[in-house]
């Protein structure tokens, strides 16, 4: 079984770096001949967190890995539910910025923000509104008034799709 292993540092937002981080050899280390790789239970992660992360510098023991086999393929494992959120995240941008360039095209040369607000120019009620981007200076309403901040959510939702 292959010995040598590639340890790819993780950021907290769960992406990884794309060059490996530690390059290693369980061959290299004195424990290597007590280890039974052809086990089914042998785990190469969990050696290098417990056995060969301590003998580093400090600094990588904060860190979080992905380790993974050289002889298998590198690709990261990308975390899905991130990358749906990303999407559903601009599709609503879009959606509501497509709103706003019809309804309030006055305030396109305005640098903006589209947000679910709660306010006095709202009666106090949830509605998606446009307002100035640094005073937060409400220009005005997307959507209708909703009472709930999830009524509010689900209308785009459910207009999106």
Same mark, same amino acid.
């Given at each position: 079984? &292959?010995? #040598? +292993?590639?340890? +790819? $540092?993780?950021?907290?937002?769960?992406?990884?770096?794309?060059?490996?981080?530690?390059?290693?050899? =369980? #061959? *290299?280390?004195?424990?290597?001949?007590?280890? *039974?790789?052809?086990?089914?239970?042998?785990?190469?992660? #969990?050696i290098?967190?417990?056995?060969?992360?301590?003998?580093?510098?400090?600094?990588?023991?904060? +860190? $979080?890995?992905?380790?993974?086999r050289?002889?298998?393929? /590198?690709?990261?494992?990308?975390?899905?539910?991130?990358?749906?959120?990303?999407?559903? /995240?601009? /599709?609503?941008? =879009?959606?509501?910025?497509?709103?706003?360039?019809?309804? =309030?095209?006055?305030?396109?040369?305005?640098?903006?923000?589209i947000?679910? *607000? +709660? $306010?006095?120019?709202?009666?106090?009620?949830? /509605?998606?509104?446009?307002?100035?981007?640094?005073?937060?200076?409400?220009?005005?309403?997307?959507?209708?008034?909703?009472?709930? $901040?999830?009524?509010?959510e689900?209308?785009? &939702?459910?207009?999106?799709?």
């Open positions: 079984m &292959e010995t #040598k +292993y590639n340890a +790819y $540092r993780v950021y907290s937002t769960g992406r990884r770096v794309k060059n490996p981080t530690i390059v290693f050899d =369980l #061959k *290299d280390y004195e424990f290597f001949d007590g280890l *039974d790789t052809n086990s089914d239970d042998f785990d190469g992660e #969990k290098f967190l417990d056995k060969i992360v301590p003998t580093l510098d400090n600094k990588f023991s904060r +860190y $979080r890995f992905e380790v993974i050289k002889d298998l393929s /590198q690709e990261p494992k990308i975390d899905k539910s991130i990358e749906e959120e990303k999407k559903k /995240q601009k /599709q609503k941008t =879009l959606f509501l910025g497509n709103i706003a360039a019809r309804k =309030l095209s006055n305030f396109a040369s305005e640098r903006s923000t947000s679910l *607000d +709660y $306010r006095p120019e709202t009666e106090w009620k949830w /509605q998606w509104c446009l307002s100035q981007a640094c005073t937060n200076k409400f220009f005005g309403h997307l959507s209708s008034s909703f009472d709930t $901040r999830t009524e509010a689900e209308w785009l &939702e459910n207009s999106i799709n």
